[in-house]
């Protein structure tokens, strides 16, 4: 890769550190309980409330989607969380009683290093790696400099544009393509030119026979904010390389079905908030801070989605885990 790639590779990398940041001030202010990030992120620079209020939604929701679906299975399922950065998901399922066959992260080895880095020396993260009453040959927590395996838990570096990486870094942590997987994307396809990000929904397609994704990610970006956005994150050297994904909701939902999907489903985050979150939560965390600009609130809610898709081969009525 020449220079400049090389300088937009490193400015998407940074986007982990932003997002943790955020969701790091978010937690420490009370708008969602994450006893783990505070051992990833230690950061608690002040973000602004509409961005608390972006991520307080964005959290719920996909929380709220992969406990459905877990709970759909039977805990039957994996997971593979592709960019997961610093997330922390897998130790707040296992609080919650949401066991799965497979956890699997998979990240830019620099961003891996320091998660793997963090985790072996934090007893608490450590010890949540073992499994209970399940006897794994593997169950042993191994890692190196960039990687961490356990049982059921597996942290991988690959490039997401380089399918025989990924390919092989999938059949490395264990994954069995017939098991249910549940793969989740939060802004990480929009970094990557389409013609990548078309391929590995393919590949998933091609690979796994039964298959649901939560994609979160920007919407709507033809119009005037959505320039700004952009030339916004231009101006750090970060590119939306596939933004034309990002169009409207039916060129979200349009990218799966192109690629070997049976179905998709598209929601603006406006929507999102407004509708599906319970009203009682909004109450609660609208009350943590003063907001004088909530038509700002409502354009960057206008300017973000999630989206789900299913392929269903085993009939497990996955269409139904919608969003509503």
């Known amino acids: 890769m020449d220079r400049h790639n090389l300088d937009g590779d490193e400015a998407v990398r940074s986007t982990n550190d ?14 969602w309980s994450d006893p783990y990030l505070p051992l990833l992120v230690r950061n608690t620079d002040r973000k602004t409330p509409e961005i608390n209020r972006g991520y307080f939604a964005r959290v719920t929701v996909i929380t709220n989607m992969v406990e459905k679906f877990i709970k ?69 927590v191994t ?24 390919e092989s870094k999938l059949k490395e942590c264990s994954l069995e393509f017939s098991v249910p997987t549940l793969f989740l994307f939060e802004c990480v396809l929009v970094y990557m030119p389409i013609q990548f990000s078309h391929s590995l929904l393919q590949l998933i397609a091609d690979k796994f026979s039964t298959t649901f994704c939560i994609n979160y990610e920007q919407v709507n970006m033809t119009d005037r904010f959505g320039d700004v956005m952009l030339s916004n994150l231009r101006s750090r050297g970060c590119s939306l390389a596939g933004v034309e994904a990002c169009a409207s909701l039916k ?18 985050m406006n929507q999102v908030y407004h509708s599906l979150i319970l009203p009682q939560e909004i109450q609660r965390i609208e009350k943590i801070e003063f907001l004088d600009e909530k038509e700002l609130l409502d354009q960057l809610f206008h300017h973000y989605c999630i989206c789900v898709a299913w392929k269903d081969s085993l009939d497990l009525k996955l269409n139904l885990l919608n969003i509503n």
């Not at 932003?18 to 708008?31: I, P, Q």
């Not at 890692?143 to 025989?164: C, M, P, Q, V």
Request: proline share 1%; charged share 25%.
């Open 18 to 31: 932003d997002a943790s940041h955020c969701k790091r001030f978010a937690v420490h202010l009370g708008y």
């Open 72 to 140: 759909a299975m039977k805990g039957n399922c994996q997971i593979v969380n592709f960019g997961a950065g610093f997330d922390t998901l897998y130790w707040k399922l296992k609080d919650a009683g949401l066991p799965v066959k497979r956890f699997v992260e998979i990240d830019f080895a620099n961003v891996t290093s320091r998660k793997c880095h963090y985790i072996k020396n934090n007893s608490k993260l450590m010890e949540a790696l073992h499994c209970e009453g399940i006897c794994y040959l593997d169950e042993e």
């Open 143 to 166: 890692y190196n400099t960039t990687e961490l395996h356990s049982g059921i838990y597996h942290l991988a570096a690959a490039d997401l544009r380089k399918l025989s990486e990924v």
């Open 251 to 268: 060129t979200q939902e349009d990218r799966f079905i192109l690629n070997g999907w049976d179905g998709a489903q598209a929601l603006e």
